[in-house]
């Protein structure tokens, strides 16, 4: 049987959707998985990972530190959970993450819900999500990655040297040994 033009075109027609079926399909799977993987390396990460846009509204939070709840973090910006006295030096760090599109390292105060100030040691970096927009992505080491000590103050004012081997939830103890007075 000798296939008329038509049908010829008809079936490279069928063969062109079907294949770009299949070309989405894997992609999805693809995206699928980067998706799975993102997220399990995201969830399991000790650190908090804090993304917010460019007016600084925070956008996602891996996890919360004590004392915070999402209606806390969620939708606010960036800068209110950040000391007064080192808000400008956040802000030229996330211009400099912005500019070179290299992560910058710092450490600063931290304010809580409750009025405690912790230290934060960050890596804060812009992420290029689509053309010309950069995403700003801060990853707060808990606690701060800071040799030997470093300085935890309390609200009201109270202030102790707490070792910098101490991990999370054993600094979450002894800030709450701390402020009941325990300690």
Not at 148 to 157: C, I, K, N, P, V
Request: aromatic letters at 6%; hydrophobic letters at 40%; glycine letters at 8%.
């Amino acid at each position: 049987r000798q296939w008329s033009d038509l049908e010829i075109e008809g079936l490279k027609a069928a063969a062109s959707i079907l294949g770009s079926a299949i070309e989405r399909s894997n992609a999805h799977q693809a995206l699928s998985t980067s998706e799975t993987r993102w997220r399990s390396m995201v969830d399991n990460d000790p650190d908090e990972i804090i993304e917010f846009d460019l007016d600084g509204k925070v956008m996602f939070v891996n996890r919360l530190y004590s004392g915070f709840k999402s209606s806390d973090v969620i939708g606010a910006n960036i800068l209110d959970l950040i000391h007064p006295e080192n808000r400008s030096e956040y802000v030229a760090n996330m211009n400099k993450a912005r500019e070179t599109r290299e992560a910058v390292h710092f450490t600063v105060k931290a304010v809580d819900p409750t009025g405690g100030v912790s230290w934060w040691s960050c890596r804060l970096r812009s992420e290029a999500r689509e053309p010309g927009a950069l995403v700003p992505v801060a990853v707060v080491e808990d606690p701060p990655a800071v040799p030997g000590e470093f300085r935890l103050e309390l609200a009201g004012g109270r202030t102790v040297q707490v070792p910098a081997s101490f991990d999370g939830p054993a600094l979450r103890r002894l800030v709450a040994a701390l402020e009941d007075g325990a300690c």
